[in-house]
């Protein structure tokens, strides 16, 4: 089993800064893909940023050249960077992890899409 769990949310003024971590944790082989989603009230959950194991990421466009997503394989965590914050920013924040696990002695390996269980970001004046 594998787990995720973010934190670094909290409330930010408008053109503010915030750094979300998600740490993984569990019966980890290698991650693969990881990445941030977020999901704003009454609103669809959305792709912010991914990064591959190898450093190429990706952003939504309504966040490049504001928020940097890195991460540090040998603690298998993930970062989002987040400045000149906006109001349209507010959002459950969501970590994922596209993980190769350890299986049982008949399976040696399990693929795995993990969750964390959100960190809430709120960008108000």
């Known amino acids: 089993q594998v787990q995720l769990v973010e934190s670094g949310g909290g409330l930010v003024q408008p053109g503010g800064s915030l750094r979300l971590s998600c740490a993984a944790s569990g019966s980890i082989f290698t991650i693969y893909g990881m990445g941030w989603y977020r999901q704003a009230p009454g609103k669809q959950r959305e792709l912010v940023a991914t990064?591959?194991?190898?450093?190429?990421?990706n952003y939504v466009d309504s966040v490049k050249g504001r928020f940097t997503i890195s991460r540090d394989n040998a603690k298998n965590t993930v970062y989002l960077q987040m400045n000149s914050l906006k109001p349209e920013d507010t959002a459950v924040y969501y970590c994922n992890a596209e993980v190769m696990g350890y299986g049982s002695s008949s399976s040696r390996f399990v693929a795995l899409d993990a969750w964390g269980q959100g960190t809430l970001v709120t960008v108000s004046s």
């Open positions: 990064i591959t194991s190898g450093g190429n990421t």
